[in-house]
Nanobody
Framework: QVQLVESGGGLVQAGGSLTLTCATS????????MAWYRQAPGKSRELVAH???????KYVDSVKGRFTISRDNAKKSVYLQMNSLKPEDTAVYYC??????????????WGQGTQVTVSS
């Protein structure tokens, strides 16, 4: 059974830092890619950062140079280090797992989300 559990969200002042953790089960025994998305009130969910099973990383332009995605296969976890936070980073952040069979995407799973609020 696949489970994704996010933690690490909270309230922080602008310029501060937070690290989000996505603890997983039932994911890392398969070829997978992991991602962080966010959804602000009244807005659609957007991709923030993505890391594949070779460690190749991608970021949305608005977080480049400030956010870092990483994965620890031994701990079956994915992290999002967020620095220099801005009020516009305020959103619910979701962890997503993409499971592959070879090059074919087989399934996707989402966590329940964690709230990040950045005050000005």
């Amino acid at each position: 059974q696949v489970q994704l559990v996010e933690s690490g969200g909270g309230l922080v002042q602008a310029g501060g830092s937070l690290t989000l953790t996505c603890a997983t089960s039932g994911v890392f025994q398969y070829g997978n890619a992991m991602a962080w998305y966010r959804q602000a009130p009244g807005k659609s969910r957007e991709l923030v950062a993505h890391i594949n099973n070779r460690g190749v990383k991608k970021y949305v332009d608005s977080v480049k140079g400030r956010f870092t995605i990483s994965r620890d296969n031994a701990k079956k976890s994915v992290y999002l280090q967020m620095n220099s936070l801005k009020p516009e980073d305020t959103a619910v952040y979701y962890c997503k797992a993409e499971l592959f069979s070879g090059l074919n995407l087989q399934s996707e799973y989402w966590g329940q989300g964690t709230q990040v609020t950045v005050s000005s």
